[in-house]
Every structure is written in structure tokens, then in C-alpha cells.
């Protein structure tokens, strides 16, 4: 939310206008009359407030001129605004809060049309270009000599506010009213509200439809909004990989590619999505009480060249944030800024074809475009062939004032996964890093996402600045997996003599969602004027109809000797929140509020309370039962800003995350885990030049999981702690060259995990110990130069380099082990000419041999052999070095 | 330099702190095994002693629940997948090689005898080392009234269902905590034929060559076995 203001406008009259239509002449009349005699008008620039408020202020200041240029049929009459499309705030600087004021010096021809567009004075590549782009779309009713129109040259200050919205429509800026001339000097600074804070300005709420109904944004000093610039600045191989430009996040793709990523954040280790709340455009990704894992979250269906931008919160601080938003939580806005039509096709290593089709029709908002994308690779390594396609479409209707973006998706993705290998095969020989087991059993593991979404959004905004959205959505998502985690270690608990057939667990599961989110903020209330805020009210639905099983089967036919899981779930989540912002003063803001959820689960366990058969049936198997409770918490933010470049900030939330429900007991009254979070902090922009933050967190989570290896997900493992710090910089020292790096720190520790039992006698987790798998030290950069480097034949050809590099420090494993150290460097160049572009990505460019994920358990993948019933560690490779070739062209 | 020696001393200083304690750890025991010197018994007017006691061992787990069916004992806290072969009635320390363990207390074991049922084999089947394929080769005498017996055993102590251990739960307590301990294992072969039943014995010696194979099924064999059970398993000494 924010708000763009054209503080004040100046004109400086052409003549002869005769030569005004064409641009040759005009220059040529514009630059002889500079100091022409003649010109009486010219050497006068009329301030031009925006908004019939202004034309009021300015007709009363100002009576004389207007009474002058009705009076003279060779009067000057300056050009009015008939149309106005607002500029759009960049997105990469919303996290900073800038407010800043582009200047620009604007040619109005006699037709009303705009031209000659110069710069007079800059806020930096990104405001100016927003401003110039918004200004040349700009329609006048030119300046008049009398009744003869006349082409004219003025100043346009476009100010550019954080983070209130508009709160006047751009149609009422039409019919402005000449006041007095006022000549415009070369250099001489224009108005703006800054410098005449007396002087209305014009308040633009169509902004682009989308960032002006943003919500407050900069929760807290670890809320990162990724735009495309630094998104694109080291090659991705799929959208989920956009996340590892926010601090402290790690992303590894580690069972194939038709199952979502495995996400850490602030030292916590968040599995598919457990901990981390996913959304595009607003609606939930993850799923509740999946099968292979709480939360899960495959982001597999985005394509990532229609994401226009990335924002992550980094702790629970604020009320919109919902389920799964433990550590933090990160929202795709999907968008397509660069209009037209894009085909491109890739090709790369391990016979990886890539081809890309969008569509973004010209004049439409960067939310109207479809897109398909389709993949097919041979995978590095064995067992890693996969194919997949996305297609999204998606298009914006109606007036700036009520909108409606319809959404249509669809994904599917088949990939085979080599999945664990035993260190000391590895070791040993007997496999190499990037095999798979020359079993059965593990060549048949494999897996499959669908999923598909349909959905609508509308958004309102009054002229008051009240604004809010209702969206609704409707998702089906199908998952199957076969992985086998322990090789020969399972016996059927069906038919007991059945066992040693390998560990090949098959899980299933569907969810077919529908939810609703609404919010509603009102207009800026400004009590005193000293004090002003806006309240939102909030909420959020979801009905989730969930049907899951797991089960043992046998390689390669698949034949089921085993049955764990077999249930149907309906899950419930009502969320409500309140969401102050207020500012205090210049130099104090509060955000934040609170939010309760409604969680309700209905659970019909069919193999539940299991009767082994060598005891008496005396009932059926089954579990049925439900449970519900509210999870309730606030929220809260507080800003200081004791001089303008730096904002300290502190801030505290409360959040939650749904349960596993096959955990559940009958009406258990807190199914959710509490997690508690406060940061303090502080930012300082440099200019453009840097924008630089540190911070240090706290957060406690009421129960953490972890993956168990034999059941194929997670399982709890009692309270946790983390204490860190993050420190984020992102630089621009040149236009053309741009980067950001960000180091976090993180002691995880688990506080009191399970006792041990009589099923479990020798839980692997100790009281204080570090918390397994999470790397304490995450270091990221990205940076990315963009340039031109020749004319060819009257084109340009530019070229674009990038780079990311990332580092995880030696990940904690179980029983006193440690992973090494795994840094990553990812790097891209790339060549465009007219409407060609020529892409080479590089992943992984010095060959580093990792493991992106590493377990410990015991196992059995030889079974021929007495089995080792001691944990032992396991990895998952990451990917060797890959390079990417995409030829693509802008139609 | 000052603030660049500060920034150092701090990452070091995070590094450090990233480190630490992660839980159980992984060690190693040093395993060996001791018998027991031939002892002469009296029974049913006999006197019977042990010449020969050749025994397999393993592949054993130590673990942290009291009850060591191998479904709580998926995870252990000490292992030996090798099987090892006892020289029953030496006493002197017999080196073995390790037990590789994770910290953490014992409360019982689970073990075969040289023979195992693989939770992947349709069957049971005896390991190489086993000696002559059996789980323990006992030879001995009996002498009774001037009339000297030489007896054999090829003992064959399998486990009653696949993926389970010959021993199912034995009583052992230990807390493993750390690298530099040992386990040296026990045997007293002479006490598995402490009940040896005579007089069927030397019924057996039918051709008088003064040589009886104890055969599987007879009450001496099943004596044997229950002695290597139940009656006197192998010690642990930790």
C-alpha cells in the first residue's frame, strides 16, 4: 500500500504551435523560443495541481491568471490532465520505504500526447524509470493561445509515498485550472510537497492496481522484497529456487522433481514447507496434514518467468500471516512486466530440454499473461529421469476501482529419485554418489504431483483509500510417492511373516481445497496531526478434504504387503485478524495486531487401533474422532525512525502451525503448535546506493518435528529454541550493477524432546542438543551487471551476467556427526539483440560435490547381509555442475 | 584493522557457537572374548569333561529397551554384525575387534549363534565362520566305571522366525559413554553339558568304537541348547 503524488506541475508555453505536431519542429520551436521576446508565455511556468482540491487552493490563491487568460483571446492557457495512469512504485524498493520525487520535464504536444521526456531531477534508474514510463502514458488537453492549441513544455514532480494508499481517483485530477504562470528555470528545482508542504498535491490511488492495494508493507526488519532485477540475478532452475535470494533461507530439491523442495529458514528446519507459510498471490500452497509431510509445499507449478516478485517475512509479525508461518512466510506475486509474447527453448546437461511459451498482451496490467512451460530431463546421476508442465493463465478485469483478476492453473510432474544412499556404501565403493541402489526396490522410486487452481480475486478501493480484496479459490492437488528411506528393514504388520521385501513405502495423498480471504482497510483516520492510521480487518477460510494411505509395496510389481495408513481427514481453518497501522509522529509507527484461527479436524482412521492377528478380535479396526481449538496471538511491530536514513525496529508475534492429524487424539483441545518470535533490529539506506539491516531474532517453538526415515515423514520432537541474527545488504553502485548479500547465524537447540518409551527406548534426541540438519551459519550473494555493449546494424546488443553464491556452514547430524561445509556458486550471462536473447546458466559452477540433505538411521540396503541396526548417515546428492542454454525470443 | 579484527572475532565467535553439542555419539568398543578352562562333572556316575568347545557368535545388539524383541531393538546402541568364533575353553582373552556403539544405556541383548534368519531369507542359514556350519562344536568324554565315551555335539541354535534372534532378550546393563571401553564376552561351555543324559549315550555307542554323536531332538542335544539359551548364555563383562 502506498501512494503516488504528483506534487506540482509547471508549463512553459511552445509557439509557434503550428510545428507542434511534429516533433523535428517542435524541438526546433522549442529550443529558438527559448528566448524569444514573443514568447510572453513561455518564459511563465504554471504550477498545475493535480486535483480539483488543488484547482480550488489555486483559483483562490490565484484568481488574476484565470480572469487573464479568459480575458485575452491571446491568452496562455496551460495544459490540463485528462488521463493519468499512475506510475508504479518498483517493487524493490518497498521494503526500504522510500519516498522519493522523480522530476521530469515533459513536451505536451497540441494533440495532448506527451514526448521529449527528460529527467530533471533523480530518485535513482528505478523511480525514474516508473515515472517516465507513467508520464508518457499521460494524456493532456494541451495548453491553448487563446483557443488555438499549442504545444508546451513542463515539469512534473512525481512523488512517490510509502506505504498510505491513494486516496483520490486519477479521473479527478482531469480538470485542472490554470493559475499563475511561472517561469521554470533550467536547474531550478520544481515543487513538490516536500518543499511546500501548504501547496494540495494530487493523490493518485490507481498507482498500478497492485501495489496500491499492497498492504502495509515492512513488517519488522526482515521482510524482504525480492523484485525480478535481484530474482534474476543468478540463474534458477524453478521458482522455488527464487527463495534462496531471502536471507538465511535454503532450498534443495532432494527427492526429484515431481516433489516440493526442502525449505530451512532461521534455523528451522521446515522440511516441504512446514514451517514456512508459501503463497502465490495470496493463496496457500502448503497443505495441512499431508502424508509426506505437515505443510507440504510444491511450488512445482509456478513458472518462474511470471514472477514479478518476491516478498518474505522472516518471523510471525503480522496478523495476515496464517498457518505454517513458524519461521516466516513468502508470498509469489505473479506479474509479468515485460509485455508481449516470449518463446524460448532450452537445452543442458543430462539431456534437459526446456520450452517456454508466454503471453503478455501489450497494454494489458502485468497481471493479465498465460504461460506453459515443459521440462523433460534425464536427471543427473541414475534414476532421475523426470518430465513436468505448468500452465498458468490469468487475466485482469474491470475499472482501477473494482477489479477482477481471474486465475487458472494446472501442473503435473512424473520424476523418478535415487533418494538415500549410505555413507559407507559410498565409501566403500559399492555405489557412487549420484547412483541409486541397484535394487528393485530403489530403482521403483519415483514420484507424481498434480495439482490444479482455479480462482478469483476482486479488489475495491474507494476514494476515501479505503481498499480491501475478496478472494476465493478452489485447489485439487494428488501426490504419490514411492521412496524407500531404509532398504530391507520392514516386517508387515498385516501378515507378520511377510517381511524383508523392501522397504518401498507408497504414499498417497489428496486434498481438494476451498478457501476465501477477505480483508478490508479503512481510510487514513488522522485524529490529531501528529497521529494517523488505517485498520484492517481480516480474514481467512479454508475446507480441506483430505484422503491418505501409505503403504509397503514390492518392486518391481508393486504389490501391496502392507497397509500404515488409511484415512480421510477434513480440516477446518477460520482465521480473523485486526491489523493497526499507525504512525506517531514522524518518527514513531506501530503495526500490528492480533489473529485467532478456528482449527477443526474430523478424522476417520481406518487402520487405527490395528488388532495383530495373533490376538483376539474382540472389535473392528478404527479410529474415528475430531478436535478443535483456537489458536490466538499478537502481533506487533514497532518502527523508530530517529533520523531519516535510519529505522530501528523491534518487533513480537505469536503464530502457529496446524497439527499432523493422524497425531491427534479424541477432541484434543490445542491441535496446533505455538510459535513465539521477536526481533530487534535496525536499517539504514544509503541513497540508492545501499540499503543495509541487521538484526537478531528469538523464537521458541512449542513442538518441532523431524523426519523419521522409517515412517517416511515427520514426527514430533518436542519444544525448540533458536537465537540468531541476520545481516542483509543490498548494494548498487553503479545503474547497471546491482547486488545483495546476506549472512545469518542460528543456534537451534531442541529443549525437551520426547522420553523414551517403550517403542522407542533410544530416542535419537537429547535434552540441549543442537537441532539436526540445520546449517547455523547461512551466507548468500547475488549480484547481477547489466549493460550495453555495442550497437549492431542501428540495435543494441546489452548483455547481463549474474551470480549466486551460496554457502550452508557443516550441518549438526544426529549422534555427534556433522556434514561438511557446502558452498554453491550459480552464474549466468546472457546476450540480447532486437528480439533475441541468448542465455548460458551454470549451476553448481565448481563442481562441488554435496550432499543436499543428509539423515541418520538405521538401515538395511544390502539383504544379502546381517543388517546394521546402529543410525548411520545417508545422503541425498545435489546436483554436479549443470549448464543451461535457452535461446529466446520477444515477439 | 580494529573493526576488521572485531568482524573476525564475531564470525569465529558464531562459528564456534554454530558448533557444539548434536546428542549421542558414535564410538567404539573394544571386544574380546574369554572362555573357561575345561572342568570335570559329576553325573549319574559319570564324569564328564569338555575337550573341544568351538562356539559362533553373533551377529549381536545391545539395546535400550528391556525387552530386546527385535522390534524394539530396531535401532541399537551397540552392535555386532560379524559373527565370531570362541575358542570355549581357553582362558586367555581372545581379541575380537570392535563393537561400534552410540552412547547411550543398555538394558539388553539380542544374539545369534553363528546361525541367522534374515528378516530377506526364506530360511534360516549358518555363517561361514560358523565352525563346520553349527553353532557351537562340543566334544568331550564321559567316563563312567573304566568305559570311556567320546562324545560330539554340531549344536544348530536357530532363530524360531524370520527376521528374529536365536536369543531374544538377555539382561545386560550398561551405560556406553564413551570410546575406551570394552566388552569382553563369557562362555562356560562346560555347564551346557552339565545335563547330559548318561545312560542313552553309552546306549548309543552300539558299535563300541567308544564315539556317540549328541544328535538334534535327543534330550542331551536339547540340554545343550537350553544350556546356551537359558541356563549359562554368554556373559557380558563390561
Given at each position: 500500500?502506498?501512494?503516488?503524488?504528483?506534487a506540482?506541475l509547471?508549463?512553459?508555453?511552445?509557439?509557434?504551435?503550428?510545428r507542434?505536431d511534429?516533433s523535428?519542429?517542435?524541438?526546433?520551436?522549442?529550443?529558438s523560443d527559448?528566448?524569444?521576446p514573443?514568447?510572453?508565455?513561455?518564459a511563465?511556468d504554471?504550477a498545475?495541481?493535480?486535483t480539483?482540491?488543488a484547482?480550488?487552493v489555486a483559483d483562490?490563491a490565484?484568481?488574476?491568471?484565470?480572469e487573464?487568460g479568459?480575458?485575452?483571446?491571446?491568452?496562455?492557457l496551460?495544459?490540463r490532465?485528462l488521463?493519468s495512469?499512475?506510475?508504479?512504485?518498483p517493487?524493490?524498493?518497498?521494503?526500504?520505504?522510500?519516498h522519493?520525487?522523480?522530476?521530469l520535464?515533459v513536451?505536451v504536444?497540441?494533440?495532448?500526447?506527451?514526448a521529449?521526456?527528460?529527467i530533471e531531477?533523480?530518485?535513482?534508474?528505478?523511480?525514474?524509470?516508473?515515472a517516465?514510463?507513467?508520464?508518457?502514458?499521460w494524456r493532456?488537453?494541451?495548453?491553448q493561445?487563446?483557443?488555438?492549441p499549442i504545444?508546451?513544455?513542463?515539469g512534473?514532480?512525481?512523488?512517490f509515498?510509502?506505504?498510505?494508499?491513494?486516496t483520490i481517483e486519477?479521473?479527478?485530477?482531469a480538470g485542472?485550472?490554470?493559475?499563475?504562470?511561472?517561469?521554470?528555470e533550467?536547474g531550478?528545482?520544481h515543487?513538490?510537497?516536500?518543499?511546500?508542504?501548504?501547496?494540495?498535491s494530487?493523490a493518485?490511488?490507481?498507482?498500478?492496481?497492485?501495489?496500491?492495494?499492497?498492504?502495509?508493507e515492512?513488517?519488522?526488519n526482515n521482510?524482504y522484497r525480492?523484485?525480478?532485477?535481484l530474482?534474476e540475478?543468478?540463474?534458477?532452475a524453478?521458482?522455488?529456487?527464487?527463495?534462496?535470494?531471502?536471507?538465511?533461507?535454503?532450498?534443495?530439491?532432494?527427492?526429484?522433481d515431481?516433489?516440493?523442495?526442502?525449505l530451512?529458514?532461521?534455523?528451522?528446519d521446515?522440511?516441504?514447507g512446514q514451517?514456512i507459510?508459501?503463497?502465490?498471490?495470496?493463496?496457500?500452497?502448503n497443505q495441512?496434514?499431508h502424508?509426506?509431510?505437515?505443510?507440504y509445499?510444491?511450488?512445482?507449478f509456478v513458472?518462474?518467468e511470471t514472477?514479478?516478485?518476491?516478498r518474505v517475512v522472516?518471523?510471525v509479525?503480522d496478523?495476515?500471516?496464517?498457518d505454517?508461518?513458524?519461521?516466516g512466510s513468502?508470498?509469489?506475486?505473479?506479474g509479468?512486466?515485460?509485455?508481449?509474447t516470449l518463446?524460448?527453448?532450452?537445452?543442458?546437461?543430462?539431456?534437459t530440454f526446456?520450452?517456454?511459451a508466454l503471453?503478455a498482451?501489450e497494454g494489458?496490467?502485468?497481471e493479465?499473461?498465460?504461460?506453459?512451460s515443459?521440462?523433460k530431463t534425464?536427471?543427473f546421476g541414475?534414476?532421475?529421469?523426470a518430465?513436468?508442465?505448468?500452465l498458468?493463465?490469468?487475466?485482469?478485469?474491470g475499472?482501477?476501482?473494482?477489479?477482477?483478476?481471474l486465475?487458472g492453473?494446472?501442473?503435473a510432474?512424473?520424476?523418478?529419485?535415487?533418494?538415500?544412499?549410505?555413507?559407507?556404501?559410498?565409501?566403500s565403493g559399492r555405489?557412487?554418489?549420484y547412483?541409486?541402489?541397484?535394487?528393485?526396490?530403489?530403482e521403483?522410486q519415483?514420484g507424481?504431483?498434480l495439482r490444479?487452481?482455479?480462482g478469483a480475486?476482486?479488489r475495491?478501493?474507494s476514494?476515501?483509500g479505503?481498499?480491501?480484496?475478496?478472494?476465493?479459490?478452489?485447489?485439487?492437488?494428488?501426490?504419490r510417492?514411492l521412496?524407500?528411506?531404509?532398504?530391507?528393514?520392514e516386517r508387515?504388520?498385516?501378515?507378520?511373516?511377510w517381511?524383508?521385501r523392501?522397504?518401498l513405502?507408497?504414499q498417497?495423498?489428496?486434498?481438494?481445497?476451498?478457501?476465501?480471504?477477505?480483508?478490508?482497510?479503512t481510510?487514513r483516520?488522522?485524529p490529531?496531526?501528529?497521529a494517523?492510521?488505517?485498520?484492517?480487518?481480516g480474514?481467512?477460510g479454508r475446507l480441506?478434504?483430505?484422503?491418505?494411505?501409505?503403504?509397503?509395496v514390492q518392486?518391481?510389481l508393486?504389490?501391496?504387503?502392507?497397509n500404515?495408513?488409511?484415512?480421510?481427514v477434513?480440516?477446518a481453518?477460520?482465521?480473523?485478524?485486526?491489523?493497526l497501522?499507525?504512525?506517531?509522529?514522524?518518527f514513531?509507527?506501530?503495526?500490528?495486531?492480533?489473529?485467532?484461527d478456528?482449527?477443526?479436524?474430523?478424522?476417520?482412521?481406518a487402520?487405527?487401533n490395528?488388532?495383530?492377528n495373533?490376538r483376539t478380535?474382540?472389535y473392528?479396526p478404527?479410529?474415528?474422532?475430531?478436535?478443535?481449538g483456537i489458536?490466538?496471538g499478537?502481533r506487533?511491530v514497532?518502527e523508530v525512525?530517529?533520523?531519516?536514513?535510519?529505522?530501528l525496529s523491534?518487533?513480537y508475534?505469536?503464530?502457529?502451525r496446524?497439527?499432523q492429524?493422524l497425531?491427534?487424539?479424541e477432541g484434543?483441545?490445542?491441535?496446533?503448535?505455538?510459535v513465539?518470535s521477536?526481533?530487534?533490529g535496525?536499517?539504514y539506506?544509503?541513497g540508492?546506493?545501499?540499503q543495509l539491516?541487521a538484526?537478531?531474532y528469538?523464537t521458541?517453538l512449542?513442538?518441532?518435528?523431524?523426519f523419521?526415515?522409517?515412517?517416511?515423514?515427520v514426527?514430533?520432537?518436542g519444544?525448540?529454541?533458536?537465537l540468531g541474527?541476520?545481516v542483509?545488504?543490498e548494494?548498487r553502485p553503479?545503474?547497471w550493477?546491482?547486488g545483495?548479500?546476506s549472512?545469518?547465524?542460528v543456534r537451534?537447540t531442541?529443549?525437551?524432546p520426547?522420553?523414551?518409551?517403550a517403542?522407542d527406548?533410544?530416542?535419537?534426541?537429547?535434552?540441549?542438543?543442537?537441532?539436526?540438519?540445520?546449517?547455523?551459519v547461512?551466507?548468500?550473494?547475488?549480484?547481477s551487471a547489466e549493460?550495453?555493449l555495442t550497437?549492431?546494424?542501428?540495435?543494441t546488443l546489452s548483455?547481463?551476467?549474474?551470480?549466486?553464491l551460496?554457502y550452508w556452514?557443516?550441518r549438526?547430524?544426529?549422534?555427534?556427526q556433522?556434514?561438511?561445509?557446502?558452498?554453491l556458486l550459480?552464474?549466468?550471462l546472457?546476450?540480447s539483440?532486437r528480439?533475441?536473447q541468448?542465455?548460458?546458466?551454470?549451476f553448481?559452477?565448481?563442481?562441488?560435490?554435496?550432499?543436499?540433505?543428509?539423515?541418520?538411521?538405521?538401515?538395511?540396503?544390502?539383504?544379502?547381509?546381517t543388517?546394521?541396526r546402529?543410525?548411520?548417515?545417508?545422503?541425498m546428492a545435489g546436483a554436479?555442475?549443470?549448464w543451461?542454454l535457452?535461446?529466446?525470443?520477444r515477439? | 584493522?580494529k573493526i576488521?579484527?572485531t568482524i573476525?572475532?564475531c564470525?569465529?565467535?558464531?562459528?564456534?557457537?554454530?558448533?557444539?553439542?548434536?546428542?549421542r555419539?558414535?564410538?567404539?568398543?573394544a571386544?574380546?572374548a574369554t572362555?573357561?578352562?575345561?572342568r570335570?562333572?559329576?553325573r549319574?556316575?559319570?564324569?564328564?569333561?569338555?575337550?573341544?568347545a568351538?562356539?559362533?557368535?553373533?551377529p549381536?545388539?545391545?539395546?535400550?529397551?528391556y525387552?530386546?524383541t527385535a522390534?524394539?531393538?530396531s535401532v541399537?546402541?551397540a552392535?555386532?554384525?560379524?559373527?565370531?568364533?570362541?575358542r570355549?575353553?581357553?582362558p586367555?582373552?581372545?581379541p575380537?575387534?570392535?563393537?561400534?556403539?552410540?552412547t547411550?544405556?543398555i538394558h539388553?541383548?539380542?544374539y545369534?549363534?553363528?546361525?541367522?534368519?534374515l528378516l530377506?531369507?526364506t530360511?534360516a542359514r549358518?555363517s561361514s565362520?560358523?565352525?563346520?556350519?553349527?553353532s557351537a562344536?562340543?566334544e568331550?568324554?564321559?567316563e563312567r566305571?573304566?568305559?570311556?565315551?567320546?562324545f560330539?555335539?554340531?549344536?544348530d541354535v536357530?532363530?524360531?522366525?524370520r527376521?528374529e534372534?536365536?536369543?531374544n532378550?538377555?539382561r545386560?546393563?550398561?551405560?556406553v559413554?564413551?570410546?575406551?571401553?570394552a566388552l569382553?564376552l563369557?562362555?562356560d561351555?562346560?555347564?551346557?553339558?552339565?545335563?547330559?543324559e548318561?545312560?542313552?549315550?553309552?546306549?548309543?555307542d552300539?558299535?563300541?568304537?567308544?564315539l556317540?554323536?549328541?544328535e538334534?531332538?535327543?534330550t542331551?542335544?536339547?540340554?545343550?541348547?537350553?544350556?546356551?539359551?537359558n541356563?549359562?548364555?554368554?556373559?557380558?563383562g563390561?
Amino acid at each position: 500500500m502506498f501512494m503516488v503524488r504528483l506534487a506540482a506541475l509547471s508549463a512553459a508555453f511552445i509557439v509557434p504551435v503550428a510545428r507542434a505536431d511534429s516533433s523535428a519542429p517542435f524541438d526546433a520551436g522549442l529550443a529558438s523560443d527559448a528566448g524569444s521576446p514573443a514568447d510572453a508565455g513561455l518564459a511563465s511556468d504554471a504550477a498545475l495541481p493535480a486535483t480539483s482540491e488543488a484547482g480550488r487552493v489555486a483559483d483562490a490563491a490565484l484568481p488574476a491568471a484565470s480572469e487573464a487568460g479568459l480575458a485575452s483571446p491571446d491568452a496562455l492557457l496551460p495544459p490540463r490532465v485528462l488521463s493519468s495512469p499512475p506510475p508504479v512504485y518498483p517493487a524493490a524498493h518497498l521494503q526500504h520505504g522510500e519516498h522519493p520525487t522523480v522530476v521530469l520535464k515533459v513536451t505536451v504536444l497540441a494533440d495532448g500526447a506527451v514526448a521529449d521526456v527528460s529527467i530533471e531531477h533523480t530518485a535513482g534508474p528505478d523511480f525514474d524509470t516508473a515515472a517516465i514510463t507513467a508520464v508518457r502514458q499521460w494524456r493532456f488537453a494541451p495548453a491553448q493561445r487563446g483557443t488555438q492549441p499549442i504545444a508546451s513544455r513542463i515539469g512534473i514532480a512525481v512523488h512517490f509515498d510509502l506505504p498510505e494508499l491513494a486516496t483520490i481517483e486519477v479521473g479527478s485530477v482531469a480538470g485542472m485550472t490554470p493559475v499563475v504562470p511561472h517561469r521554470h528555470e533550467e536547474g531550478e528545482p520544481h515543487l513538490s510537497d516536500d518543499a511546500h508542504p501548504e501547496q494540495p498535491s494530487a493523490a493518485f490511488g490507481a498507482t498500478a492496481l497492485v501495489q496500491a492495494e499492497r498492504r502495509a508493507e515492512q513488517r519488522g526488519n526482515n521482510d524482504y522484497r525480492l523484485d525480478r532485477a535481484l530474482l534474476e540475478a543468478a540463474p534458477h532452475a524453478d521458482a522455488a529456487e527464487l527463495l534462496k535470494g531471502a536471507p538465511g533461507l535454503v532450498v534443495a530439491r532432494i527427492e526429484g522433481d515431481a516433489v516440493g523442495h526442502r525449505l530451512m529458514l532461521r534455523g528451522f528446519d521446515a522440511d516441504h514447507g512446514q514451517d514456512i507459510e508459501l503463497t502465490v498471490d495470496g493463496v496457500p500452497v502448503n497443505q495441512p496434514s499431508h502424508i509426506h509431510g505437515q505443510g507440504y509445499a510444491d511450488l512445482g507449478f509456478v513458472i518462474p518467468e511470471t514472477v514479478r516478485s518476491l516478498r518474505v517475512v522472516e518471523g510471525v509479525y503480522d496478523p495476515g500471516q496464517g498457518d505454517f508461518a513458524v519461521a516466516g512466510s513468502a508470498d509469489f506475486e505473479l506479474g509479468v512486466e515485460r509485455r508481449g509474447t516470449l518463446l524460448a527453448t532450452s537445452y543442458g546437461a543430462f539431456d534437459t530440454f526446456r520450452e517456454l511459451a508466454l503471453w503478455a498482451p501489450e497494454g494489458q496490467p502485468d497481471e493479465t499473461f498465460a504461460a506453459v512451460s515443459l521440462r523433460k530431463t534425464r536427471g543427473f546421476g541414475q534414476n532421475r529421469a523426470a518430465t513436468s508442465g505448468a500452465l498458468v493463465a490469468q487475466g485482469a478485469l474491470g475499472s482501477r476501482k473494482l477489479r477482477l483478476v481471474l486465475h487458472g492453473s494446472a501442473y503435473a510432474a512424473r520424476a523418478r529419485t535415487a533418494n538415500v544412499l549410505r555413507r559407507d556404501d559410498i565409501e566403500s565403493g559399492r555405489v557412487d554418489f549420484y547412483d541409486v541402489y541397484p535394487l528393485p526396490t530403489a530403482e521403483a522410486q519415483h514420484g507424481t504431483s498434480l495439482r490444479a487452481q482455479l480462482g478469483a480475486k476482486l479488489r475495491y478501493r474507494s476514494d476515501d483509500g479505503a481498499n480491501g480484496e475478496l478472494s476465493l479459490f478452489v485447489l485439487f492437488n494428488d501426490f504419490r510417492l514411492l521412496a524407500n528411506y531404509t532398504g530391507f528393514s520392514e516386517r508387515s504388520q498385516i501378515e507378520p511373516a511377510w517381511a524383508g521385501r523392501g522397504d518401498l513405502l507408497e504414499q498417497l495423498n489428496t486434498t481438494r481445497t476451498l478457501g476465501l480471504r477477505a480483508r478490508h482497510r479503512t481510510a487514513r483516520y488522522a485524529p490529531t496531526s501528529w497521529a494517523h492510521g488505517t485498520l484492517e480487518l481480516g480474514l481467512s477460510g479454508r475446507l480441506d478434504q483430505i484422503a491418505q494411505a501409505q503403504n509397503l509395496v514390492q518392486a518391481p510389481l508393486n504389490t501391496t504387503w502392507d497397509n500404515r495408513v488409511s484415512a480421510d481427514v477434513t480440516a477446518a481453518d477460520l482465521g480473523l485478524y485486526l491489523d493497526l497501522d499507525l504512525s506517531l509522529t514522524r518518527f514513531v509507527r506501530l503495526k500490528g495486531g492480533v489473529r485467532a484461527d478456528l482449527l477443526a479436524y474430523r478424522i476417520d482412521d481406518a487402520l487405527q487401533n490395528f488388532i495383530p492377528n495373533y490376538r483376539t478380535q474382540t472389535y473392528l479396526p478404527g479410529y474415528r474422532r475430531s478436535a478443535s481449538g483456537i489458536a490466538a496471538g499478537p502481533r506487533v511491530v514497532l518502527e523508530v525512525t530517529p533520523w531519516a536514513p535510519l529505522v530501528l525496529s523491534a518487533a513480537y508475534g505469536e503464530g502457529y502451525r496446524s497439527p499432523q492429524v493422524l497425531l491427534l487424539d479424541e477432541g484434543e483441545p490445542a491441535p496446533f503448535t505455538k510459535v513465539r518470535s521477536a526481533d530487534v533490529g535496525a536499517r539504514y539506506a544509503v541513497g540508492e546506493l545501499a540499503q543495509l539491516r541487521a538484526s537478531a531474532y528469538y523464537t521458541h517453538l512449542g513442538q518441532d518435528v523431524v523426519f523419521e526415515p522409517s515412517e517416511g515423514r515427520v514426527e514430533p520432537a518436542g519444544p525448540s529454541t533458536r537465537l540468531g541474527a541476520v545481516v542483509y545488504a543490498e548494494l548498487r553502485p553503479l545503474s547497471w550493477l546491482r547486488g545483495a548479500a546476506s549472512f545469518t547465524y542460528v543456534r537451534a537447540t531442541l529443549d525437551d524432546p520426547p522420553p523414551r518409551t517403550a517403542e522407542d527406548p533410544s530416542p535419537p534426541f537429547e535434552p540441549g542438543q543442537r537441532l539436526a540438519y540445520v546449517p547455523p551459519v547461512v551466507l548468500r550473494i547475488d549480484a547481477s551487471a547489466e549493460h550495453a555493449l555495442t550497437e549492431l546494424r542501428g540495435q543494441t546488443l546489452s548483455g547481463r551476467a549474474g551470480l549466486g553464491l551460496t554457502y550452508w556452514s557443516p550441518r549438526p547430524l544426529p549422534y555427534s556427526q556433522q556434514t561438511a561445509a557446502v558452498s554453491l556458486l550459480d552464474a549466468t550471462l546472457a546476450l540480447s539483440y532486437r528480439v533475441f536473447q541468448l542465455e548460458a546458466s551454470v549451476f553448481n559452477l565448481v563442481d562441488a560435490r554435496y550432499a543436499a540433505m543428509e539423515l541418520s538411521a538405521a538401515s538395511n540396503w544390502d539383504p544379502e547381509a546381517t543388517p546394521s541396526r546402529l543410525p548411520a548417515r545417508h545422503v541425498m546428492a545435489g546436483a554436479p555442475r549443470t549448464w543451461l542454454l535457452t535461446l529466446g525470443a520477444r515477439l | 584493522v580494529k573493526i576488521t579484527r572485531t568482524i573476525v572475532t564475531c564470525l569465529l565467535l558464531a562459528l564456534c557457537l554454530g558448533c557444539g553439542e548434536t546428542g549421542r555419539e558414535q564410538v567404539e568398543l573394544a571386544l574380546s572374548a574369554t572362555g573357561t578352562p575345561a572342568r570335570t562333572l559329576e553325573r549319574e556316575g559319570a564324569r564328564v569333561t569338555l575337550t573341544r568347545a568351538d562356539i559362533a557368535f553373533g551377529p549381536a545388539y545391545f539395546c535400550a529397551s528391556y525387552s530386546g524383541t527385535a522390534e524394539l531393538c530396531s535401532v541399537a546402541i551397540a552392535e555386532l554384525r560379524e559373527v565370531v568364533l570362541l575358542r570355549g575353553l581357553d582362558p586367555a582373552a581372545q581379541p575380537l575387534g570392535v563393537l561400534r556403539a552410540t552412547t547411550g544405556t543398555i538394558h539388553s541383548a539380542i544374539y545369534d549363534y553363528g546361525i541367522s534368519w534374515l528378516l530377506t531369507q526364506t530360511a534360516a542359514r549358518p555363517s561361514s565362520v560358523a565352525p563346520e556350519g553349527h553353532s557351537a562344536i562340543l566334544e568331550g568324554t564321559i567316563e563312567r566305571a573304566g568305559r570311556v565315551l567320546r562324545f560330539r555335539a554340531q549344536v544348530d541354535v536357530q532363530p524360531a522366525k524370520r527376521g528374529e534372534l536365536s536369543v531374544n532378550t538377555q539382561r545386560t546393563e550398561h551405560e556406553v559413554v564413551g570410546d575406551g571401553e570394552a566388552l569382553t564376552l563369557r562362555v562356560d561351555p562346560s555347564a551346557w553339558v552339565d545335563r547330559l543324559e548318561i545312560e542313552p549315550l553309552f546306549a548309543l555307542d552300539g558299535d563300541g568304537d567308544g564315539l556317540v554323536q549328541i544328535e538334534p531332538g535327543t534330550t542331551s542335544y536339547e540340554s545343550i541348547l537350553q544350556g546356551m539359551l537359558n541356563r549359562t548364555p554368554v556373559g557380558f563383562g563390561w
